[in-house]
């Protein structure tokens, strides 16, 4: 099994591009997840998705950031404009069964530079 | 805010010796998880506990549960240079959600040859 795809690995970007991350899941897994981690606060939720649709997005900052999962086998998360204090790994994660406790799969991260 | 606090927020052994790490929470759980993330990589899933559970067993890891304490305890015994990483626990949002799970801050553990 390929694992959880994020691309990409790294970006350098300047303030007011738009930024767009994306996850291929381990096929089957119906959660997806979003999380951001950075050095001061730690690992966040910023949403997550069951069979295809967002289930809690409290975790976003802010209107800047947005996801979609337009299918089971994709997902993006979207920053536009992205702002330096966006700079942060961005993590996709998935789980085989949504509403059953479980493991999540982490893929390896994007690693997001804004200037 | 987050769920989890871990406790030290850093560890350095020598091989051999063992590790302790400490997560509190705030909340009522299902499950708690415990997950290792070297430097740079993703985060890999250790060991789940449930909520009535109170110790569990995974090669050289035990983990242990206190839901009245609301607490639980990660112990790496043996530990080898390999096991340098940082660990995290992780509880669900509540009671009755299995999907959202909450990380907390992390432990870094070192381990000298």
């Known amino acids: 099994d390929a694992g959880v795809i994020q691309s990409p690995r790294h970006e350098v970007t300047e303030m007011g591009q738009e930024v767009t991350l994306r996850c291929k899941p381990i096929?089957?897994?119906?959660?997806l997840f979003w999380y951001r981690q950075t050095m001061m606060r730690g690992l966040e939720l910023l949403i997550y998705?069951?069979?295809?649709?967002?289930?809690?997005d409290s975790g976003m900052p802010e209107d800047r950031f947005s996801a979609k999962m337009p299918n089971a086998s994709f997902s993006t998360l979207k920053i536009q404009p992205s702002e330096p204090r966006d700079s942060a790994v961005y993590f996709c994660?998935?789980?085989?069964?949504?509403?059953?406790?479980?493991?999540?799969?982490f893929g390896e991260g994007s690693r997001l530079t804004v200037l | 805010s987050q769920q989890g606090e871990e406790d030290p927020q850093a560890l350095s052994i020598q091989e051999g010796e063992n590790a302790t790490m400490n997560c509190s929470y705030k909340t009522s759980i299902n499950n708690l998880q415990w997950y290792r993330q070297n430097s740079g990589r993703g985060l890999v899933h250790l060991i789940l506990i449930r909520s009535n559970e109170r110790e569990k067993h995974s090669g050289r890891l035990r983990v242990t549960l206190d839901t009245s304490k609301k607490s639980s305890s990660l112990l790496i015994t043996a530990s080898r240079a390999a096991d340098t990483a940082s660990y995290f626990c992780a509880t669900v949002g509540g009671s009755y959600n299995t999907d959202k799970l909450i990380f907390g801050t992390g432990t870094r553990l070192q381990v000298f040859p």
């Open positions: 096929s089957g897994h119906n959660s």
């Open positions: 998705f069951n069979n295809n649709v967002p289930i809690d």
């Open positions: 994660a998935t789980k085989r069964t949504s509403g059953v406790a479980g493991e999540l799969f």
